[in-house]
């Protein structure tokens, strides 16, 4: 079974940053997508940003050019690095590992961001 942690959510201005971390344990597949999704009251969960193992990247076209995704293979961590952040970012991130080999998904359980002046 894998755990999925998040931390790095909290209040922040509009314009400001913010870095959110996971960190997977367990037994984690090492041909994965590692990714963040966020849930933003009365709204789907959408998909913001995806890693994979080989580094290939996917963004939301809402974040593009604010948020940037990353992950340490050898540790299990994915990062997001979230710049210049609007009120429209304010939501529960999700941390999201998508295991290729079983096809199996495992979500942490969130973490807010909140983007108010």
């Known amino acids: 079974q894998v755990q999925l942690v998040e931390s790095g959510g909290g209040l922040v201005q509009p314009g400001g940053s913010l870095r959110l971390s996971c960190a997977a344990s367990g037994r984690v597949f090492s041909a994965n997508a590692m990714g963040w999704y966020r849930q933003a009251p009365g709204k789907q969960r959408e998909l913001v940003a995806v890693?994979?193992?080989?580094?290939?990247?996917n963004y939301a076209d809402s974040v593009k050019g604010r948020f940037t995704i990353s992950r340490d293979n050898a540790k299990n961590t994915v990062s997001l690095q979230m710049n210049s952040l609007k009120s429209e970012d304010t939501a529960v991130y999700y941390c999201?590992?998508?295991?290729?080999?079983?096809?199996?998904?495992?979500w942490g359980k969130g973490t807010l961001v909140t983007v108010s002046s």
């Open positions: 890693i994979t193992t080989g580094g290939s990247t």
């Open positions: 999201n590992v998508y295991e290729f080999k079983n096809g199996v998904n495992y």
